[in-house]
């Protein structure tokens, strides 16, 4: 299995709901990365986990919360977001943790977030 | 400031012929340089990287060249497929591994 899988595929949210962003990878990579696009914008990274643990916050606002539960799961928890968040959010997973040089990220087909 | 720039946000070329992205980025201690390839409404595909020990790396259709004296990369595309219609992005990192993109080339093949 050489994916990364992520779920929904589309979400529509209001600003006071709280909702989960999920996503998968069963190629036994040691990092997990979340970030966020734009449209006509390159990704702009989010956070790193590395060996489960999280190793770089992007000063990214409190109301995006992550988790990662296990090697293979990574979760961004949404809460209280505004308008100006609608946007594609994408994992990625990479073989090396550790933010590791010479280390290709694979990205999975992104969430479409839609903020209300 | 920019610290990697795709100057051409787009990129015409006819099917067959060679497409050329480039991408210049202004730190010399960035050491890994890769290219991905991204369609509307999905994530960004890997396609082709080269450290900096190298200047030519080759994979089918694709090839990427570093310059790193002009701290310039470029993507050759030979022969360009309408499949190939997609945004290249460049990106860079360093000894951190964390990867710096570009802001992305709209290559269109037409047939």
């Known amino acids: 299995d050489t994916e990364v899988t992520q779920t929904p595929k589309h979400l529509v949210m209001g600003m006071t709901n709280k909702k989960s962003l999920k996503c998968e990878q069963h190629?036994?990579?040691?990092?997990m990365y979340w970030y966020k696009q734009k449209a006509k914008k390159p990704p702009e990274l989010m956070f790193v986990?590395?060996?489960?643990?999280?190793?770089i916050n992007e000063s990214v606002p409190s109301r995006f919360s992550p988790e990662c539960p296990n090697s293979s799961l990574l979760n961004l928890h949404l809460h209280a977001l505004q308008p100006e968040d609608s946007a594609l959010y994408l994992c990625?997973?990479?073989?090396?943790?550790?933010?590791?040089?010479?280390?290709?990220?694979?990205f999975g087909p992104g969430t479409r977030l839609t903020v209300l | 400031d920019q610290q990697v720039k795709q100057n051409s946000p787009s990129l015409s070329v006819q099917e067959g012929r060679i497409s050329i992205l480039n991408c210049d980025y202004t730190n010399s201690m960035f050491d890994y340089f890769l290219w991905y390839k991204k369609y509307p409404a999905e994530g960004p595909t890997f396609l082709i990287s080269?450290?900096?020990?190298?200047d030519k790396n080759e994979d089918g259709r694709f090839t990427v060249f570093l310059n790193k004296s002009a701290k310039h990369l470029s993507l050759h595309i030979v022969p360009s497929q309408p499949g190939d219609s997609a945004v290249y992005f460049c990106?860079?990192?360093?000894?951190?591994?964390?990867?710096?993109f570009g802001q992305g080339t709209t290559l269109q093949v037409k047939p």
């Open positions: 190629m036994g990579h040691r990092a």
């Open positions: 080269i450290s900096s020990i190298k």
């Open positions: 986990y590395s060996y489960e643990k999280l190793s």
């Open positions: 990106a860079v990192s360093g000894n951190t591994g964390k990867l710096i």
């Open positions: 990625a997973s990479s073989q090396e943790g550790g933010l590791a040089p010479y280390n290709e990220q694979f």
